[in-house]
């Protein structure tokens, strides 16, 4: 059975960081592309960052705007999103997906499998 299990959110002050975890099950990581994406309230669901199965390579929205970073521990069987700078606009609940097919566009659209989401809240 195709499993992805978030963990890692919490409460956070601005400027924190947190690290947060996506362990599959069922399938191999590195045969697959991993996406983080994230759905505030009253927003609709955006992608944060991907990981692309074909060559490994990494995609960032713009908002990330350098503080974040997505990593794969294939031994591990683990994709993590290290979130650093945290302000207030990155409250959200935060999702990982995964396909075994071409990603194209970073479109939630793209993956087949999806995690049930850890709550990031960043406030004073």
């Known amino acids: 059975q195709v499993q992805l299990v978030e963990s890692g959110g919490g409460l956070v002050q601005p400027g924190g960081s947190l690290r947060l975890s996506c362990a599959a099950s069922?399938?191999?990581?590195?045969?697959?592309?991993i996406g983080w994406f994230r759905h505030a309230p009253g927003k609709a669901r955006e992608g944060v960052a991907r990981?692309?199965?074909?060559?490994?390579?990494?995609h960032y929205a713009d908002f990330v705007e350098g503080r974040f970073t997505i990593s794969s521990e294939n031994a591990k069987n683990t994709v993590y999103l290290q979130m650093n700078s945290l302000t207030p606009e990155d409250t959200a609940d935060y999702y990982c997906a995964g396909t075994s097919g071409a990603v194209r566009y970073g479109s939630q659209y793209e993956y087949d499998y999806w995690g049930q989401g850890t709550a990031v809240t960043v406030s004073a």
């Open positions: 990981i692309e199965r074909r060559d490994g390579s990494t």
């Open positions: 069922g399938f191999t990581l590195n045969y697959h592309g």
